[in-house]
């Protein structure tokens, strides 16, 4: 097959990506409303035992991951011993997984004293097995750039979970539902690769250099990352209860799930982009600006956002006996804001081959949290481990995160916060005039109210921030930033309806 030429790439690369974001936006929202029919049904010392079991399935995952897909990926002349041997290595992860799990099981059900959750545990093994036993050709689809069937494979099994944790739900009001859901989407997943690209197996580990030799590092980021943020579920349970846990677990993932649905598919971008850019380090350098801008503009108000609703929206989505969730999100959103704003360096040093430097700030990271968060456990309970897990993400990370971009980029902390100073400028007036509105508004819990509450507190906001965003640009000499991208988009769309027939 000859190659197709860079234009009609470059155009394949664009679709793709509309097809990936649009795959991620849609996967977030049924995600929320997954969360929102739970709610409904579960109590929260349900969502904190599955917690439990999940966390051990999560780290047992990252630790014992090897990277094959993207090995796969960038081994141009791939032969079938390559498939052959990924498979058998998947089937091997697969089986250290199972056996962690049952062992890992029997050890949390000792530990929290229930034995329910060694049969969660037994049950979440369904789901390594079935990601075993699909089909390694399935990386082929991304090597051709048909991103358009891979989102429409990864909506089918996110589809099939649903309808699988809905159904259950309702028939049985158990921590079941949980469970099910995933484990029906990975069956799916494997169901569907299988029937589009058949792969006859043969067991051999011929080819195992090759595969095992991609990224270590990448792999102890992961590592390092996940024991840092999942960790803590351990701990609020033992310290506290699995109904605490329920609560912080379910505040926790509405409050990530809006920044995963703008970064993940950001992140597949940046990387390539500043990628080509390495050997231009002064472009490199306004790159990274830009896009740390225009995460500000986007981020910011967000998280702050999301936190000055949380009351009457999770009022109003989950029920009120989930207010304590509603306190979890207004803690942790605007911090996943900052962390989301300074991202960019992530892909800046994976582009630069500085993968040994993100391991290492995981690591200050992991060791730094960990300490901080169980004293703030220990002493104060579930307020203080949120106050402690602001500064350790908020002022830890974003400080860590901004020394690397003065280190490798060359812009000093004080031109970074320079850069976003419209949008935090923006952000606290938003801020100010919010908590006057619902200050103003009183309190109130009838479906009517909170609809009121939440529609007049977001219109205000809205106009606030970008009113005062573009306010501070005008007053600044329309300097060069994402306000003139977002200028630029609205003039040309002026000027085209103008030039339609009416």
Partial sequence: MSEAPPASVGQAVTRGAGWMISATVIGRSIDALNIMILARFLMPKDFGLVALATTLFTILTIITELQISNALLIIKNSEKDHYDTAFTLSVLRALLVVVGLTLGGFVLSTIYHDSRLQWICLALCLSPLAGAFQSPRYVLMSRKLQFSRIAGIEMSSKVAGFIATVTTAFLTHSYWAIVVGPIVGSVTLSAIVGAMLPFRPRFTIVRWRELLSFSVWTNLISITTTLSGRLDNFFVAGILSRTILGYYTLGDTLANI???????PLQRVLFPGFWQLVHAPERLSAAFARSQQMLAMLVLPTGVGLALVADPLIALMLGPKWH????????????FALQSMIAPINAVLLAMGKQKI?????????FVRLPLILAGLYFWGLYGFLCMRVFSGGFVVVLLNSTLVARFLGISIAAQFRMISRSVVSVIAMAAACIALRGAMGTGHSPQILVLQL????????????????????????????ETEVHTLLSALRSRLRTQPR
Avoid: D, E, M
């Fill in 258 to 264: 809006l920044y995963s649905a703008i970064l993940n």
């Fill in 324 to 335: 304590v969730a509603a306190t979890v999100v207004q803690f942790v959103s605007p911090i």
């Fill in 358 to 366: 993100l391991f290492f700030r995981s690591l200050t990271v992991l």
């Fill in 455 to 482: 529609g007049s507190i977001v219109t205000l906001g809205v106009c606030v921030f970008f009113a005062s965003h573009f306010g501070l640009w005008l007053a600044s000499g329309r300097p060069k930033g994402p």
